[in-house]
């Protein structure tokens, strides 16, 4: 089982903190399961203090909701119900390579979900010749990828003892800049994002969260829904890293959350020359170059 001390790193990783919006008797009147109404009752008897709105509650599957509810639940006695264990994904997204023309002419997808779950591979299109090019030269073997002579390993989370001096301190920040571009360029955009998602995803590495970042895909649309709500991208970042700088200088992590692995090469790209990123459903996967042969 996961710990409650890497349960809120994880979901630091991926949910951000936010002051509490709604009233007590307005939040339990929206509550549509259980993992809702017991984040409720939390919030309602003070002791949610570190919980994100409810609105971003929501957003996590139903093992996420359990592994954030359960150190507070646990202080209230409140008992969690067990989450089902979720259905292997089956990168849906991977498999619309060409333009969406009908949403009704997907298999499987005739839901407001192919929606949204094709519509984000769309960022990442500028890269399909690198990914064409990778799954040519490289192989996938479970948390080694081999590119010729070089190896890729996964990067695992690690402890406080294994990083740079001061990577935990206050004046270490991730530093994201905001988009300048014109709102509907979208190619500039993902140019924009391309660049600070690298910037995240070494910044995570560099405070060893390597196993609790999220997807391009993911940090693209969380880039969206901010803009459309007029918040600043690049300040609530900077808000979840000083949080996640805080809370893992004062506790120790599991290497890694689960034993999911990506199950081909298709589903990975270079990020820069050291690293290539992996993604399928809600999991991610950094793969480091190796220094040693």
């Excluded at 939390?42 to 954030?68: I, T």
């Excluded at 359960?70 to 060409?98: E, S, Y």
């Excluded at 094709?118 to 996938?140: F, G, I, V």
């Excluded at 479970?142 to 294994?162: D, F």
Aim: net charge positive.
């Amino acid at each position: 089982m996961i710990s409650t001390h890497a349960a809120r790193l994880w979901l630091l990783a991926s949910v951000f903190y936010a002051p509490w919006s709604l009233a007590q008797n307005q939040c339990a009147e929206q509550a549509r399961s259980r993992y809702e109404e017991i984040f409720c009752e939390v919030k309602a008897k003070g002791a949610g203090g570190s919980l994100p709105r409810l609105e971003d509650f929501r957003r996590n599957d139903a093992r996420v909701q359990a592994l954030l509810l359960r150190r507070p639940a646990a202080k209230l006695g409140i008992k969690l119900p067990q989450p089902k264990k979720p259905a292997k994904p089956k990168r849906v997204a991977a498999k619309p390579t060409a333009p969406a023309k009908s949403a009704t002419g997907e298999k499987k997808t005739s839901t407001t979900a192919p929606k949204q779950v094709a519509s984000p591979r769309r960022p990442e299109r500028k890269r399909e010749p690198a990914d064409a090019s990778l799954a040519a030269t490289c192989r996938l073997q479970r948390t080694v990828i081999v590119c010729g002579k070089t190896r890729y390993e996964l990067a695992l989370n690690r402890q406080n003892s294994e990083l740079a001096k001061g990577v935990l301190s206050e004046q270490n920040q991730m530093g994201l800049k905001p988009y300048r571009g014109k709102p509907g360029d979208r190619g500039a955009l993902v140019q924009h994002l391309s660049g600070s998602y690298r910037r995240y995803i070494e910044k995570m590495l560099e405070i060893g969260l390597g196993g609790a970042t999220m997807s391009f895909t993911k940090f693209f649309y969380t880039h969206e829904t901010l803009s459309q709500q007029g918040e600043d991208f690049a300040a609530r970042f900077e808000t979840m890293f000083s949080f996640l700088k805080k809370d893992k200088a004062g506790m120790s992590i599991k290497a890694k959350y689960n034993d999911r692995l990506p199950e081909e090469i298709k589903q990975c790209n270079p990020l820069t020359d050291r690293l290539i990123v992996c993604a399928a459903g809600e999991d991610n996967w950094v793969y480091m170059k190796s220094s040693h042969r």
